[in-house]
């Protein structure tokens, strides 16, 4: 009789509650639909599981995706939301899947870490800026905007170039403009990397979308002391189809390609020639530099472009 009792007993917890967070609750909350011995019996019989001090979860399973991330805003407390790349994935953020899948956590300042830490690879970051308009007020589990999801995540990555590629993938893939970041860092101006993020995010309002193109300005245009390129300039060519140009200098009518590996596939080479063709018909020359070689050996990149512009008639 009572087996049977208990098992009616997760029925009566509110069923919103189970399905916005995909079976995972406080003691406290699903102590409010059973008792705690109905709870402690669930838990030692392995029907539920607890993966740390003050949660529960109503299977005995390995732990979904969804549930990890429940797991860790539930431990973490109220206030507390994804954050960084944690949160930019939810928002769709391709490309930047790592391999210990860490979940990033934002928190206000003065919150102490509570004990019994979940056993997940979860890092927790203290903001003094964190307030209620920065997370987002229907989203679940709590996760801060894109826009700040998005700069968070370039402090926090281990190098520059990582933190360029961030923001550069944010705005390639459709998930932000240029302008809502700008504003994100003019608020957040004590953020890590905050020079960086802002010339980065000034190159990708002017044009440079790929993290290629970005590295061709810093690690070619501007230390050489080359003429500012035009970025990701729209031509149509001589069949009426629209192309967008790396760069180009329109005075010497000269275009630079950057190529990712992307452009080693045979169909994307040969649609590469045929726009070069189409271009080299209407007066333009192109040079082509592969992604590794822009990084690598910018000299040699740099020499070129500049006695290309002087062959053209501009003094560089």
């Known amino acids: 009789m009572a087996e049977s009792r208990m098992a009616k007993i997760p029925g009566s917890l509110p069923d919103l509650d189970r399905a916005r ?50 797991v860790a805003t539930l431990w973490a407390g109220p206030g507390a939301a994804l954050g960084g790349l944690t949160a930019a994935r939810l928002w769709g953020l391709r490309g930047f899947d790592d391999a210990d899948d860490t979940i990033y956590i934002v928190l206000p300042p003065g919150r102490e870490q509570k004990s019994g830490r979940p056993p997940l690879p979860l890092i927790v970051h203290y903001s003094r800026n964190l307030s209620q308009c920065d997370v987002h007020p229907g989203r679940q589990p709590p996760r801060t905007r894109v826009a ?21 993938a944010g705005v390639q893939q ?33 044009g440079s979308r790929a993290l290629s193109e970005l590295d061709f300005l810093n690690y070619v245009v501007r230390p050489f002391g080359l003429p500012m390129p035009d970025r990701q300039v729209p031509r149509v060519d001589p069949n009426g189809r629209r192309r967008w140009l790396d760069a180009l200098w329109e005075k ?65």
């Not at 968070?152 to 961030?166: K, P, T």
């Not at 590996?261 to 007066?283: E, F, S, V």
Request: glycine share 10%.
């Open 148 to 168: 700040r999801s998005l700069v968070d995540a370039a402090s926090w990555r281990l190098s520059d170039r990582g933190a360029q590629a961030v923001l550069a």
């Open 174 to 206: 459709g998930l932000i403009l240029p302008g809502h970041l700008a504003r994100e860092l003019d608020r957040n101006t004590q953020v890590r990397r905050h020079m960086l993020m802002a010339q980065t995010v000034g190159d990708i309002s002017g």
């Open 21 to 70: 967070k995909d079976g995972v609750f406080t003691t406290s909350s699903a102590l409010a639909g059973m008792t705690r011995g109905a709870l402690r019996w669930k838990i030692e019989s392995g029907r539920w599981q607890q993966p740390c001090r003050g949660i529960v979860v109503a299977h005995s399973g390995p732990l979904s995706k969804e549930q990890r991330l429940w």
């Open 252 to 316: 010497a009518r000269l275009i630079v390609e950057i190529d990712g590996a992307g452009h080693a596939d045979i169909l994307q080479y040969w649609a590469d020639m045929d726009r070069d063709n189409g271009l080299k018909l209407q007066g333009y020359s192109t040079l082509r530099y592969a992604s590794f070689t822009v990084r690598y050996c910018p000299d040699y990149v740099a020499s070129q472009i500049r006695m290309s512009l002087r062959d053209r008639g501009v003094e560089c």
